[in-house]
């Protein structure tokens, strides 16, 4: 069996930070997880539509709660520690933006991730991962099995709030924000 051999040690959020303000990483999707460096899988359509269809509905549903926050696809999200990942969608309050490029790790108040071909990396190690930066909540929409699957209450790199999966057809109610609740 082969294994997987680590060449360069855990690169840090500032030097990932360097590396992509010099232009390394020109051309490519890329996040920092666990200090490695990944490179993004392409988007196919059925992943692209229902990143689109809970971006709208997200943002309706905020506007609705009568909250001023943003929602972005494929931002950066600054936890640190080597956790720098471009989630498929971020709710977060921008008057908590402090003037970052990045959207810190306080700002956010949803991240969801789309899995088309991930969902097992996203309802693995990318959550706990959240879960370790102390993210409220997080969704993973299985793009296959057409449902979301909300998490809430980090702690110790797990989350102790896991809702059964929800159509995506259904109404999507923030578990830390019932207020918002998105319908596609």
């Known amino acids: 069996m082969n294994a997987l051999v680590q060449a360069h040690p855990p690169f840090t959020s500032d030097e990932f930070y360097r590396m992509a303000d010099r232009g390394a990483f020109a051309g490519f999707r890329v996040e920092l997880r666990r200090g490695m460096i990944l490179k993004m899988s392409p988007q196919h359509v059925p992943h ?9 509905a997200l943002e309706r549903a905020i506007k609705a709660a009568g909250l001023g926050w943003e929602v972005l696809t494929e931002a950066t999200v600054s936890f640190g520690g080597g956790f720098e990942p471009m989630a498929d969608i971020t709710v977060f309050d921008p008057a908590l933006l402090g003037g970052a490029r990045t959207i810190p790790a306080a700002a956010v108040k949803l991240v969801v991730e789309v899995s088309e071909t991930t969902l097992a990396d996203d309802l693995g190690e990318k959550r706990e991962d ?11 929409a299985d793009v296959q099995a057409r449902t979301v699957i909300p998490h809430s209450q980090p702690k110790d790199g797990a989350y102790l709030n896991e ?6 057809s259904e109404p999507l109610a923030m578990l830390t924000q019932p207020a918002v609740s998105a319908r596609v």
């Not at 959240?130 to 993973?140: K, M, Q």
């Open 48 to 56: 692209a539509r229902v990143k689109s269809d809970l971006q709208h």
């Open 163 to 168: 809702a059964a999966p929800v159509p995506i």
């Open 130 to 140: 959240y879960a370790e930066g102390g993210l409220a909540e997080y969704w993973v």
